[in-house]
């Protein structure tokens, strides 16, 4: 399955942003090991300051759900109205939602990787009923098995309805 990964993938890296290195490292290594390039960044300012920077780059981004607050103005809007508090710290949906909103532009398959599941809010009609597709449980799935999984993740993102481009979007596909 890792070859059909680096296929779907279609040579691009995966952006996983992960607060705690110690919980994804193995998945890195896994990856990597296989031959699918992987960038690790630790706060959503970063992961979004990559997306922003080369909007194109990716083939996925694996979004941890237990994540600090983000500086950025886009992401407090909209943990604002996820209702989070800065002591929350599930604040990762944040850019899921961002990407949801502009998937029609960033084109750009995106999951949670989380060992709390039970943080994701159902928001913004985002995945629909097809949400826990879009769930990785870090506590249930082996390094070995993520290829696997992120092979079932890009198949089940092309089933997903993308929107119309807007004029109003910030990022050039």
């Known amino acids: 399955m890792t070859n059909t990964l680096i296929n ?3 040579g691009k890296p995966i ?3 992960d607060d705690e290195l110690h919980t994804v490292g193995d998945y890195l ?3 990597e090991n296989a031959g699918v ?3 690790h960044v630790k706060t959503l300012d970063d992961a979004w300051a990559s997306l922003m920077g080369s909007p194109g780059k990716y083939g996925i981004v694996l979004l941890d759900l237990k ?3 983000a500086n950025g103005s886009t992401m407090k809007e909209w943990a604002n109205k996820l209702n989070l508090t800065p002591t929350s710290f599930n604040h990762g949906q944040t ?3 961002e990407l949801w909103k502009e998937r029609s ?6 999951a949670y990787l989380t060992v709390l599941p039970h943080l994701y809010v159902p928001a913004e009609n ?3 009923d097809k949400a826990p597709d879009f769930i990785v449980n870090k506590a249930g799935i082996l390094a070995s098995k993520l290829p696997d999984r992120l092979v079932k993740v890009l198949k089940d993102w092309s089933t997903l309805s993308t929107p119309t481009a807007t004029t109003q979007n910030r990022v050039q596909a």
């Open 8 to 10: 779907l993938l279609s």
């Open 15 to 17: 952006l996983l942003m």
């Open 29 to 31: 290594l896994r990856l």
């Open 37 to 39: 390039m992987c960038e």
């Open 67 to 69: 994540m600090p607050p």
């Open 95 to 97: 850019l899921g939602l």
């Open 105 to 110: 532009v960033f084109k750009l398959p995106y």
């Open 126 to 128: 985002e995945f629909g």
